[in-house]
């Protein structure tokens, strides 16, 4: 069975820190790239971050480039997103995925959508105010 948990959202004031994490178990996350998708109220999918298999190579959003960081943990089945001086349009949903690295990057249109990924979680809420 496929899981992808993610944790530690929180309520946070702007300029603060948060560090979340996604444990996956079901499949091989070695063989998967992981990303991070956000959802704020009343929008649609956003794309994050994604880091590859080894954790070698990371890519970021315009937006949140500078102040997160992705990182993964292939002993412990864990992607992470650190993410500081956060700010209020970073309220959201934020949702881990995996998409296998057999398949190609894909186009950054395409990581805004959910098929892109064969697997996704269930999501942590993350808002920012003061």
């Known amino acids: 069975q496929v899981q992808l948990v993610e944790s530690g959202g929180g309520l946070v004031q702007p300029g603060g820190s948060l560090r979340l994490s996604c444990v996956v178990s079901g499949f091989t996350f070695s063989s998967y790239w992981m990303y991070w998708v956000r959802q704020a109220p009343g929008k649609g999918l956003e794309w994050v971050s994604a880091i590859n298999t080894g954790g070698g190579m990371t890519y970021y959003a315009d937006s949140v480039k500078g102040r997160f960081t992705i990182s993964r943990d292939n002993a412990k089945n864990t992607v992470y997103l650190q993410m500081n001086a956060l700010k209020p349009e970073d309220t959201a949903v934020y949702y881990c995925?995996?998409?296998?690295?057999?398949?190609?990057?894909?186009?950054?249109?395409?990581?805004?959508?959910?098929?892109?990924?064969?697997?996704w979680g269930q999501g942590t809420q993350v808002t920012v105010s003061s």
């Open positions: 995925a995996a998409r296998s690295a057999d398949r190609t990057i894909p186009s950054p249109s395409a990581r805004n959508d959910q098929r892109a990924y064969n697997y």
